[in-house]
């Protein structure tokens, strides 16, 4: 088992359904009065809420964040954009949970974004693309270590949790 896995598991259940991943309600998002859109389609599709915190984003977390991004020519505007009001941090817990929820994401490119995804239905070009989601499981371990301490995510039992997983 990769050494992530071990660490935030909740207080039950097999670690494959412990999967989390880091989601950022973007702050065009925030102003757009979408937090609830965004929030209800991970709620819908089953995944736990194990963190969530609303917060204006320093350039010490984004610089972290998107450090591999670093050099690339859009990348001051990224910050002025992430950094330009409150944004809405989560983590969503569950069974394939990053590769799921880069799927109701969407494409980067929110012209590329299907139909039915966050994007391609909230979003119109890249730069605006309304949320974040964690691309592997180990990024998701590093990104949610920027944004939460461990004591802020929450373990939880899902009473739902026959009915979504099986017994
Ligand atoms: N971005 C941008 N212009 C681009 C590519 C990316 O402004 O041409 C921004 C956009 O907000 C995107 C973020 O940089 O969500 C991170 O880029 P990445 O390629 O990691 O896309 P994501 O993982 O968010 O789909
Ligand atoms: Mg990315």
Redesign the pocket.
């Known amino acids: 088992m990769p050494v992530w896995s071990s660490l935030w598991q909740g207080s039950s259940g097999t670690p494959e359904l412990q999967e989390k991943t880091l989601v950022i309600v ?1 702050p065009d998002a925030v102003q757009r009065r979408l937090v609830g859109d965004v929030i209800q389609r991970f709620e819908r599709r089953g995944f736990k809420l194990v963190g969530m915190k609303l917060l204006q984003a320093d350039r010490d977390i984004l610089d972290k964040h ?1 450090h591999q ?1 670093r050099q ?1 020519p ?1 990348y001051p ?2 910050l002025a ?1 992430m950094s330009s009001g409150p944004l809405v941090a989560m983590v969503w817990e569950g069974y394939n949970v990053v590769r799921s929820t880069r799927a109701m ?1 969407g ?2 490119n929110s012209a590329e974004a299907k139909p039915g995804t966050i994007r391609g239905d909230f979003s119109m070009h ?2 605006r ?1 309304v949320v ?2 964690s ?1 592997s499981v180990e990024t998701a371990h590093r990104e949610i270590g920027f944004w939460f301490h461990r004591h802020e995510l929450v373990a939880w039992e899902c009473g739902d949790r026959e009915y979504t997983y099986g017994p």
Do not use: E, G, I, P
Request: neutral net charge.
């Open positions: 973007k998107y991004l690339k859009f505007a990224l954009y994401v494409d980067t890249v730069s693309n974040h989601a691309d």
